[in-house]
């Protein structure tokens, strides 16, 4: 069920940043729909916009690309500070929004709150039943050596029939291009928003991996669009 998969995918390693502060570190993989990457994510139980269950994520590395549009290996270089709107419970205090042109089906921003949940996250959008990820459904968002700009998110768990057996974590990315900012008011353009398949299976112990196959496209596209909708509201 979740909770053991998280349990098992969450072997993290604890790190001393002195005697104030300490953080976190996981390892990730995932692929799918043409995208990939693969990488360590550092997180900080002890930041000051740490919330009850979500840790805010201080770092990113390791590498991305989206064959669909000549993106190959392209390093990680750091997340995209939030910057927080004004909104109540369940919404994460870091939900934050990016102002893109093209953007996803009925939304009009790009949204992302930058939180780690080590044991899985809770209902953060009314009207959307979906939880459970490492990340909830406004994600991690990073930037790359490109500069580009990828937002990782989870839609949630899914289940078959109720069977937890085929219970499965659904993850999705949304690729934006800063290449003509300067034609659109400063705002990168959305050129990729696809699920990226489904984890199957118990984690490499260390690290959580999203990779399966490419599969409840549509659902979690459309899941995603409503929690951003919704979040706007």
């Known amino acids: 069920m979740t909770t053991k998969l998280l349990a098992t995918a969450a072997v993290i390693a604890a790190l001393a940043l ?22 360590v994510l550092t997180f900080d139980p002890t930041h000051p916009d740490a919330i009850s269950g979500g840790d805010p994520i201080t770092g990113i590395s390791g590498t991305f690309s989206d064959a669909k549009h000549g993106i190959l290996n392209a390093a990680i270089t ?51 039943p979906f939880f459970g990820g490492f990340l909830d459904v ?15 998110f989870s839609n949630g768990n899914f289940s078959n029939g109720n069977d937890p057996a085929t219970e499965s974590l ?19 353009t959305v050129i990729d928003n696809v699920p990226i398949g489904i984890a199957a299976g118990v984690p490499e112990p260390g690290s959580f ?8 496209a549509a659902p979690a596209l459309r899941r995603r669009s409503a929690s951003a909708r919704a979040a706007r509201g």
């Open 78 to 128: 750091g997340v995209v500070p939030v910057n927080p709107v004004v909104k109540g419970a369940p919404f994460p205090a870091n939900l934050s929004f990016l102002a893109v042109t093209n953007p996803p089906p009925n939304d009009a921003a790009v949204s992302y709150s930058n939180l780690f949940y080590a044991d899985g996250s809770p209902i953060t959008c009314p009207g959307y």
């Open 209 to 216: 991996w999203l990779l399966g196959t490419f599969l409840l």
């Open 18 to 39: 002195g005697q104030q502060a300490s953080a976190g570190q996981i390892g990730f993989r995932f692929g799918g729909s043409g995208v990939s990457g693969s990488g």
């Open 170 to 188: 659904i993850y999705g990315v949304v690729v934006m291009d800063t290449s003509m900012d300067a034609q659109n008011n400063g705002e990168p």
């Open 138 to 152: 406004y994600g991690v968002m990073f930037q790359l050596n490109n500069g580009d700009l990828v937002d990782l």
